[in-house]
């Protein structure tokens, strides 16, 4: 007889991988989610992933590692997430790339490295909060210290001042002094004017806070 003729039609299709963030902008303390979703890739088969960047260390996450696998499942797809340390550390912005690989050497990178901007939230804030903006002669002027980004058991330094004024305007509380920041970022301290009888007209205090 002769010979019959069949045509193989190849359906191998090139895999493709995509790296996908969960946010592509993130704050420090926030948690990330990158998923990972890929077409002709067998279920079960592992890939491995990296995060980088300048200055990005294992420090600057909470939890989750610079380096990891997953495992495609059914539909192709795996995730994994990190939560970025809220380190009180200024930084100043950080851009953190997220690269995936075909081998645990990860010396081939498969799809399209992803980015996210990691925003650095360590910036001291710190807020003054007098008792009263105006107060009689003979009162207790108490006065509120807030911060954030500040660590606990930090010790910062206050002065008042203004024309005029001097200690003899105090009949408890002296014109600098200092306090240590609790677990809350707060501390307060008092000053009880002085009655003393003089006229001297309105006078302007100022309370100013320093790090030194």
Not at 28 to 47: H, K, P, R, Y
Not at 75 to 98: K, P, Q, R, V
Not at 118 to 140: H, L, M, R
Not at 147 to 173: E, H, M, Q, R
Request: glycine fraction near 8%; charged fraction near 10%; proline fraction near 2%.
């Amino acid at each position: 007889g002769t010979t019959s003729v069949v045509t193989i039609t190849d359906t191998s299709k090139t895999p493709s991988y995509t790296i996908s963030p969960s946010t592509t902008s993130i704050n420090e303390g926030s948690t990330l989610t990158t998923s990972i979703s890929t077409t002709n890739v067998a279920a079960d088969t592992t890939l491995y992933y990296s995060l980088s960047g300048t200055g990005i260390t294992s420090a600057d996450f909470s939890s989750g590692s610079l380096t990891g696998s997953g495992t495609v499942d059914s539909n192709g797809d795996f995730s994994f997430s990190h939560t970025l340390s809220n380190d009180g550390t200024l930084e100043g912005s950080e851009t953190l790339s997220i690269k995936l690989f075909s081998d645990s050497n990860r010396t081939t990178q498969v799809g399209s490295t992803s980015t996210v901007t990691i925003s650095d939230t360590s910036k001291p804030t710190y807020s003054i909060s007098p008792s009263a903006t105006s107060i009689n002669e003979g009162e207790t002027l108490t006065t509120s210290i807030s911060t954030t980004n500040v660590a606990t058991n930090t010790t910062l330094y206050w002065s008042l001042s203004g024309t005029g004024i001097t200690s003899a305007d105090f009949s408890s509380g002296a014109l600098t002094g200092s306090g240590t920041v609790d677990s809350n970022g707060d501390f307060s301290f008092a000053h009880t004017l002085a009655n003393d009888l003089t006229t001297e007209g309105n006078e302007t205090l100022n309370i100013t806070l320093f790090s030194d």
